[in-house]
């Protein structure tokens, strides 16, 4: 159990960069969270705006501004179905936004751990 231990160990040291390439691999995990957060924006964007459509489709139904009979008919399921398409859209963007949450924690504990070696490489 030790070895297999020691092993998986040694793997996943093996996939973080080198000290040496601390500054560089600070940047890298800077501009990507900022993609990050730019595509999270854009998820929450698109969901408000299904939202707000919502919100006008049923202040024109309920204000009677509807013109025809069969548009009358089918607006609030319309309504409904946009409403739904708004619902799914902010899940997608909740899934995404615990993952960048997740994936900025873990990075942070890559910087802590890449910070440690090159200060143990430093005092050797």
């Not at 020691?6 to 800077?30: F, H, I, K, S, V």
């Not at 963007?93 to 990075?107: G, Q």
Request: hydrophobic share 45%; net charge positive; charged share 25%.
């Amino acid at each position: 159990m030790e070895m297999q231990n020691d092993n998986m160990r040694e793997r996943l040291l093996a996939r973080l960069p080198q000290p040496e390439n601390l500054a560089a691999y600070r940047e890298e995990t800077a501009a990507l969270l900022a993609k990050h957060e730019k595509a999270l924006f854009w998820e929450k964007m698109a969901s408000t705006a299904s939202y707000v459509i919502v919100a006008i489709m049923v202040a024109l139904r309920f204000w009677g501004q509807t013109s025809t009979e069969a548009m009358r008919q089918y607006f609030l399921p319309l309504a409904g179905f946009v409403y739904f398409l708004g619902a799914t859209q902010d899940l997608r963007y909740r899934i995404y936004r615990s993952k960048v949450d997740t994936l900025k924690e873990v990075k942070q504990v890559q910087l802590q751990i890449l910070e440690i070696q090159a200060s143990l490489q430093k005092r050797s």
